[in-house]
Structures are given as structure tokens and as C-alpha cells.
């Protein structure tokens, strides 16, 4: 259930975010496109007041002609040829003298008692067919024009855009559906487009910026695939993390089973061809899987701590496998092991490599730990401090993997070192090409004026055993000399040895 938990927890977070995402993209082009559409409904609502400018200029006409019959007919002619105006009127003096409609008829309840604005909005209740209206007035002398715009006209112009839209009049609203009302005080509305030519302006409710309806409704797709994306992720993520903690379940019953094994390569005396001493290097013997290469399980072990137990179990194993061999070893014979920063910052861990050393008690064996600057090592006094320690009460310090990654000069003041370890990926570069050594003659420069002793790895042909002598790196570690083997083959390789090449190499700087 532990397992499950934090992928369910990543992918509700992901569906969470992406539903938000989707939110905010709706309600953002929401916005955007009722910007755009209150715009187009202000021109279409110009257009339909200059059509009552231009009817109002035949009213005053009309008006000044003193309402004749022909005056009238005009009017009603004039109303026609307009789609959008409904009736036009001339008020003079307090009463009605002519309009557009059959018979002066007056569709608006005393228009004569309305206010002089140049536009407004009436409600039905102000008409006696019930229908509101626009309303537009121009003074003349003695009076003034009414004309009046239908309110289909106007709802069509809203009702093809933003769902709550509203035309807006001095204070009184109409929207796409409903009657002309005040504008709410509780909710103000936002102007979205002002009219350049006449008192009107397009606002609207912003919509609010949750809206699970406007989501379901407008985004049911995209949150599907959100959805399935989240579901897919949550899965991928189980199953890595199962994988990723199952391996380390396997690899932490290994190191208990005593899976992880010792293989050990030989480092070889380049000049003579003597037996110097081994690097111990670890091998997981699988049941299923043969023996599984370090670099797969090492990283795991790092992150996971078992390292530390893993490399306690590790010289155990040395300890009881190359003790019997002991009188076949000379003084001075080296055992290098692989040390990990993790395990040097543990308290355990120089009371872990005493044990190892009272293992060959008795025996001068120069114990080589070799540290590998993954992290830049400085960075922890600590554990600068434990490996000087050691080397205090005789352990031998090497620096592996000497020029790549943080390995290098950063540590070589404060950490007091033997053997700094020239990675393989250098020395393979040496071939018969021009220019191959250069990378390598650097590191060896470095090394010379730091007055540090060399171990090559990696050392595969007699060209590079041959640049190595040329450079007196004498102490050389690969698969031309022998590649890591089990003890059993360790064991034959030692047998095949005559004794005298198995000895001690006198120290030397290079
Ligand atoms: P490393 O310490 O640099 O060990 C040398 C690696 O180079 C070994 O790989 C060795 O098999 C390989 N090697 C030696 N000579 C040659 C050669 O001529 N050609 C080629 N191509 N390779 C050569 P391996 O055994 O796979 O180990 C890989 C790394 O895993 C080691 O690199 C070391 O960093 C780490 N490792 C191995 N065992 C342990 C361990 O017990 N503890 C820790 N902390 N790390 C370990
Ligand atoms: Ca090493
Ligand atoms: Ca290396």
C-alpha cells in the first residue's frame, strides 16, 4: 500500500494540474472572445443607430414641412425602408403630431413624458404592445424626434456572441434574453467596448474563473486525456518504483545470502613482470543471472546505504579467502578495495577496515582503499579526516579513477594520498596514432610534479604497456596482464606463478 501511495498521490497532483490548466485556458479565451464580440456588437449597433440618424434627418424634414399627410407617408417610407427602426415620431410642443405608423399610431406609453436623453433603453411596460425598445431622440425646434429600435434587432446582435453579454444605456441593461433592467449593483458588470458615436457601451458578468460546468462542458476531451495521461503516469511510476525497490529487496537478500563475491585482478610490475597485488573487485553470482557486473548494482547500493554492509561482507570474504594464501604472498603484497564516500562518512567505518587489516595479522599486506571522488570529497571534513586516520595506522590511500568526473587535484592537499589511479578510459586512448597520449601525458605530468605514485588500468596492448615503461608507470593494472577472476581462478593464476615473480615491488616515485 506504501508503494502504491505516492504514485496516486503524483498522478491525482498531475490530473489536478492539468484540469487547472484547462480551466484557466477556457476561461482565458472566454475572456478573449467576449473582448472580440462585445467589439463587432458596438459597430453593429452603430450601424443600426445611423440607419435612425438618417431617419431622423427625414423627420426633421418632415417636421419643418408641419406634419403633412405627405410628411406622414414619408415617415412610414422612411420606417419601411429601415430594417431596423420601428417607428419614428415628432413630438411638438407636449404632443405627438405624426409618426411613422398607420394611422399616427404610438406604440410607446405618453412618449411625450420621456427624459431628453439622446438614447435609452425603455422596458415593456413603457409600450403598449409589451415589446422593449431603444430608444432614439434628436431635438428640433420645438420638439423632437423619437424613433424607436426593435429589440429583436438589438438581441440578435447579443445573442450571436458571449453568453452574457449585455447592452448597456445609461444605467439600464439589456441582455439576450430577459427586459430592459437596472444594471446590477450586487455584481458589477465590466465595461468590455464603448461606442465612439453614440451613448452605449457592451459590458458583461466576467465569468467566474472555477466553473465545473464551463469545464465538463467546454473541455470533456481534453480532461479525458489528462486523465489517461495521469492514470498512465500513476502506473509507470508503480512499476518503476516496485522495479527500483524489488531490485534493492534482491540486493539486500544477497548481501545477506553472501551473493556479493570478490573478484580479484591482478596489478602487475610493468619492468619485470612481477605479481604486485589485486584489486578487489565485486560480482553479484545471481542464481538466475550468472554474475552481474558492478556498475548495475554499486549505484543502488550507494544510494540505498547498503553499501556499507555490502563492502563489510566483501572483506570478510577477502580476509577468509586470502588468508590461507598468505604464505604464498610476499611482504608488501597489495590488496586494493573499492571504497565508497557513504562508507567512509558512516561511524562504523574505520572500525570496518580495522577489522579488515587484524584479518592479516601477522602479514605485512599493504591494504589499499581506493576512493573514488564521485562528489567532490572536500566538501566533508569528515571524512577526510577518517580516511587520514587510516592512513596514519598504515593503510595505503588511492585515489581512483584519477582525471575524470571531481576526481583530481581538489583533494590533494588536504587528503594525504599514495596512489593516485589513472582511469582506463586514458590509457585506452594510446595507440599508435599521432597525438593518442596526449590526454594521458598531462595526467602523468600532474602526477610527476605532485610527486605522486601512478597505477595505470585498464592497460590491453603492448603499446600501451610499451608508452607506460617508456614514462616509468611501472605499476599497471588490465586485461594484457588478467582480467578480474573468481578466487578459484585466482588461485590457478597464483599456482602458475614461479615464486620469485610474486613479490613486493620496491616503492618507487615516478
Ligand atoms: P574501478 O575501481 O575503476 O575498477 C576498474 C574497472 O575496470 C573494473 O571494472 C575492471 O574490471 C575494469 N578493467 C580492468 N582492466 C581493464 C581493461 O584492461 N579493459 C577494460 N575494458 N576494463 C578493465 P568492474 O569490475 O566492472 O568495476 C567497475 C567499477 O565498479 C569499479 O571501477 C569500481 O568503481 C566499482 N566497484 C567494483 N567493486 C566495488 C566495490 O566492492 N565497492 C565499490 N564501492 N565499488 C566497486
Ligand atoms: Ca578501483
Ligand atoms: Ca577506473
Not at 4 to 10: E, K, M, N, R, V
Not at 111 to 139: H, S, Y
Not at 418 to 425: C, V
Request: net charge neutral; charged share 20%.
Amino acid at each position: 500500500m506504501r508503494n502504491a501511495f505516492i504514485p496516486i498521490l503524483s498522478a491525482v497532483f498531475l490530473f489536478l494540474v492539468g484540469m487547472l490548466t484547462i480551466n484557466w485556458q477556457l476561461w482565458h479565451m472566454a475572456t478573449l472572445n467576449s473582448a472580440g464580440a462585445a467589439r463587432s456588437s458596438t459597430f453593429k449597433i452603430d450601424a443600426i443607430l445611423n440607419e435612425a440618424v438618417n431617419a431622423a434627418d427625414t423627420a426633421q424634414h418632415v417636421a419643418a414641412q408641419g406634419c403633412t399627410s405627405g410628411g406622414q407617408l414619408e415617415l412610414g417610407t422612411e420606417a419601411a425602408l429601415k430594417p431596423h427602426l420601428r417607428a419614428i415620431m415628432i413630438e411638438q410642443g407636449g404632443t405627438i403630431m405624426c409618426t411613422s405608423l398607420p394611422g399616427n399610431g404610438v406604440l410607446i406609453i405618453h412618449p411625450e413624458t420621456l427624459p431628453d436623453e439622446k438614447l435609452m433603453l425603455l422596458a415593456g411596460n413603457r409600450l403598449i404592445n409589451g415589446v422593449p425598445v431603444l430608444v432614439f431622440q434628436r431635438p428640433i425646434p420645438g420638439g423632437r424626434v423619437i424613433i424607436s429600435v426593435s429589440d429583436a434587432h438589438l438581441r440578435d446582435v447579443i445573442a450571436g456572441t458571449s453568453e452574457n453579454l449585455a447592452l448597456v444605456v445609461n444605467k439600464q441593461q439589456l441582455t439576450r434574453t430577459g427586459d430592459v433592467s437596472p444594471l446590477p449593483t450586487s455584481q458589477p458588470s465590466t465595461t468590455l467596448a464603448s461606442s465612439a458615436l453614440f451613448p452605449f457601451s457592451m459590458a458583461w458578468q466576467a465569468p467566474v474563473f472555477f466553473d465545473m460546468t464551463r469545464l465538463v462542458q467546454q473541455g470533456w476531451s481534453l480532461m479525458l486525456l489528462v486523465f489517461i495521461l495521469s492514470v498512465a503516469v500513476g502506473i509507470l511510476w508503480r512499476r518503476y518504483a516496485g522495479k527500483s525497490t524489488s531490485f534493492e529487496e534482491d540486493l539486500r537478500k544477497a548481501i545477506i545470502r553472501g551473493d556479493i563475491v570478490p573478484f580479484y585482478q591482478p596489478i602487475m610490475n610493468g619492468k619485470t613482470g612481477g605479481l604486485y597485488g589485486v584489486e578487489v573487485l565485486a560480482r553479484w553470482k545471481h542464481p538466475k543471472s550468472g554474475y552481474i557486473p558492478p556498475d548495475v548494482f554499486i549505484p543502488i547500493a550507494e544510494r540505498s546505504g547498503l553499501i556499507i554492509p555490502l563492502t563489510k561482507g566483501l572483506m570478510e570474504k577477502v580476509v577468509s579467502q586470502l588468508k590461507p594464501l598468505l604464505p604464498k604472498l610476499p611482504d608488501g603484497f597489495h590488496i586494493g578495495v573499492n571504497i565508497s564516500a557513504r562508507h567512509i562518512n558512516s561511524p562504523t567505518f574505520i572500525g570496518d577496515c580495522n577489522t579488515f587489516g587484524q584479518g592479516f595479522k601477522g602479514k605485512k599486506i599493504k591494504l589499499v582503499l581506493e576512493v573514488t571522488e564521485r562528489e567532490p570529497l572536500l566538501d566533508n571534513p569528515e571524512l577526510i579526516e577518517n580516511l587520514n586516520t587510516l592512513h596514519n595506522s598504515g593503510f595505503v590511500i588511492a585515489l581512483d579513477d584519477f582525471g575524470t568526473g571531481y576526481s583530481g587535484l581538489s583533494c590533494l592537499d588536504a587528503l594525504a594520498i599514495d596512489y593516485i589511479k589513472i582511469d582506463k578510459s586514458f590509457v585506452s586512448r594510446v595507440s599508435e596514432q599521432k597525438d593518442s597520449t596526449i590526454l594521458l601525458d598531462c595526467v602523468i605530468e600532474i602526477a610527476k610534479k605532485l610527486s605522486l605514485s601512478i597505477v595505470a588500468e585498464g592497460v590491453e596492448t603492448k603499446e600501451q604497456l610499451e608508452y607506460l615503461n617508456r614514462n616509468q608507470i611501472n605499476l599497471l593494472q588490465g586485461y594484457y596482464f588478467g582480467k578480474p577472476v573468481s578466487y578459484v581462478e585466482f588461485i590457478k593464476f597464483l599456482l602458475s606463478k614461479p615464486k620469485e615473480d610474486i613479490r613486493a615491488y620496491e616503492e618507487e616515485k615516478v
